[in-house]
């Protein structure tokens, strides 16, 4: 069965700085990975997509320029990088992989992607 397994969430102040983690499981290669996010009362939000290694990443408007996303090369496992954080970025933050390409039009889209992690919260306070 599929897993992810995401880790690094926490609390942290304003300006501040977070690492996330998302380990998909073994036998599963070449997926196209992405972070989503979700606050309450708001919709899933595509915030960052990776793919190929790291040779190739979106990201949302909301977050390029703080955030980086990077894979390990040869695996199926990423990060965000989180930086300058606000308190808005409150919110679980999700992993979720595809076997499939999306699209650059659509990589941000939920129901792309087939399988998702249980989710991590990430708490900005100003």
């Known amino acids: 069965q599929v897993q992810l397994v995401e880790s690094g969430g926490g609390s942290v102040q304003a300006g501040g700085s977070l690492r996330l983690s998302c380990e998909l499981s073994?036998?599963?290669?070449?997926?196209?990975m992405a972070w989503f996010r979700q606050a309450p009362g708001k919709e899933r939000e595509g915030i960052a997509h990776?793919?190929?290694?790291?040779?190739?990443?979106h990201y949302s408007p909301s977050v390029k320029g703080r955030f980086t996303i990077s894979q390990v090369y040869g695996k199926d496992m990423i990060f965000l990088w989180m930086n300058s954080l606000k308190p808005e970025d409150t919110a679980m933050y999700y992993c979720?992989?595809?076997?499939?390409?999306?699209?650059?039009?659509?990589?941000?889209?939920?129901?792309?992607?087939?399988?998702w992690g249980q989710g991590t919260q990430v708490t900005v306070s100003s």
């Open positions: 979720a992989a595809t076997p499939t390409y999306a699209g650059v039009e659509n990589w941000a889209v939920p129901g792309k992607y087939n399988f």
């Open positions: 073994p036998g599963y290669p070449h997926q196209y």
């Open positions: 990776v793919y190929s290694g790291g040779g190739h990443t």
